[in-house]
């Protein structure tokens, strides 16, 4: 049994931008995330890759942005550059009904200069590897004093990889009041740890198969 979008109150824009990219029916993650998103509640989620969680999580942030505000609102941390280029490629597709909606993706291995440059030009949306978002941060490209939406996307892959320092580091800078989603392929202890820290009464959802 499958949902329409359709039957999620958003923007109409949005619904027929969604229509247009092909998606009609939500997948089993979305339809059982959406609605505790769309409420602004914390959601941990257990989903894997394909399942359709970069568009569960893209339309849940999308419904929170001021747009006329360039702030970064928005940030997705996510374990690798690939992910972050698919993850802010998707987001910019999702993104497109609406002009001024700016997405950056920020990761090492590429110098700093024209992400600084992106960074002082404003953007709603920010999707980057944990280091590289460390560092900007402490160098100041970077304010998180604006953010409504954190998402830690893949977090079991990004403790596995070590960066659990850097989480810490980088939601420390966040406001308290927002909502964080967290998405993982296990519910292991050290993720509901991270949970447990980092979210707010946060509601469960799990997801077997890949629809
Ligand atoms: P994940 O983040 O879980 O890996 P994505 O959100 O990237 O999954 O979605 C996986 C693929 O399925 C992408 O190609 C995306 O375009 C497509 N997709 C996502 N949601 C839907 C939907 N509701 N209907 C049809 N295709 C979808
Ligand atoms: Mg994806």
């Not at 999580?57 to 942005?65: A, M, T």
């Not at 580091?169 to 993982?184: C, D, H, Y």
């Amino acid at each position: 049994m499958s949902t329409a979008f359709s039957s999620l109150s958003l923007p109409p824009a949005l619904l027929s931008n969604l229509s247009d990219l092909g998606y009609q029916q939500m997948t089993e993650i979305q339809t059982a995330s959406l609605p505790l998103m769309l409420a602004g509640k914390d959601v941990i989620a257990q989903a894997k890759t394909g399942s359709g969680k970069t568009v569960a999580f893209g339309i849940g942030l999308l419904s929170r942005l001021q747009v006329d505000d360039f702030t970064t609102q928005a940030l997705v941390l996510c374990p690798t550059r690939e992910l972050a280029e698919q993850v802010s490629g998707e987001l910019r597709k999702l993104a497109r009904f609406q002009a001024n909606i700016k997405v950056l993706a920020l990761y090492g291995g590429v110098p700093m200069a024209s992400q600084v440059a992106s960074l002082a030009h404003g953007s709603q949306i920010v999707v980057g590897t944990p280091g590289r978002v460390r560092d900007l941060l402490s160098r100041r490209h970077l304010d998180l004093s604006r953010l409504s939406t954190l998402v830690l996307d893949e977090a079991d892959r990004m403790l596995e990889m070590g960066f659990a320092e850097d989480l810490a580091a980088i939601i420390g800078t966040a406001p308290r009041q927002r909502q964080t989603l967290l998405f993982s392929a296990t519910f292991a202890e050290d993720i509901q740890r991270i949970s447990a820290d980092i979210q707010r009464e946060p509601q469960r959802v799990t997801v077997k198969a890949v629809h």
